[in-house]
């Protein structure tokens, strides 16, 4: 099982950007499919953004598609989002996640490791 730990949350302006990191150990990295999620206070946790395994297909979250970007380095085991053009909806505990299957969906329920959030701040 790999162990993941995200970083590189804090508070950005509206409009800005912010890059996370998340860093992975244990099994290895390249064989996961990995995602971004997001869980707002009182609401339930969102799919944000996923990609397979050697990084050559990404997915998006309509709310996000234009203004985020999730990437791997797999010699570094770690994934990124980087995200622009931020809105105060985007405000939340981000978390990343590895796929159960080494594929990659929307669903949470298909991934089974999770690291313990890194909270985004947005400013208007």
């Known amino acids: 099982q790999v162990q993941l730990v995200e970083s590189g949350g804090g508070l950005v302006q509206a409009g800005g950007s912010l890059r996370l990191s998340c860093a992975a150990s244990?099994?290895?990295?390249?064989?996961?499919?990995m995602g971004w999620f997001r869980q707002a206070p009182g609401k339930e946790r969102k799919f944000v953004a996923a990609?397979?395994?050697?990084?050559?297909?990404?997915y998006n979250s309509d709310y996000v598609k234009g203004r985020f970007t999730i990437s791997r380095n797999n010699a570094k085991n770690t994934l990124y989002l980087q995200m622009n053009s931020r809105r105060p909806k985007d405000e939340a505990l981000y978390y990343c996640?590895?796929?159960?299957?080494?594929?990659?969906?929307?669903?949470?329920?298909?991934?089974?490791?999770w690291g313990q959030g890194t909270q985004v701040t947005v400013s208007s």
């Open positions: 996640a590895a796929h159960l299957y080494g594929r990659v969906s929307s669903a949470v329920k298909d991934y089974g490791s």
């Open positions: 244990g099994r290895n990295f390249g064989t996961y499919g």
């Open positions: 990609i397979n395994r050697i990084g050559s297909s990404r």
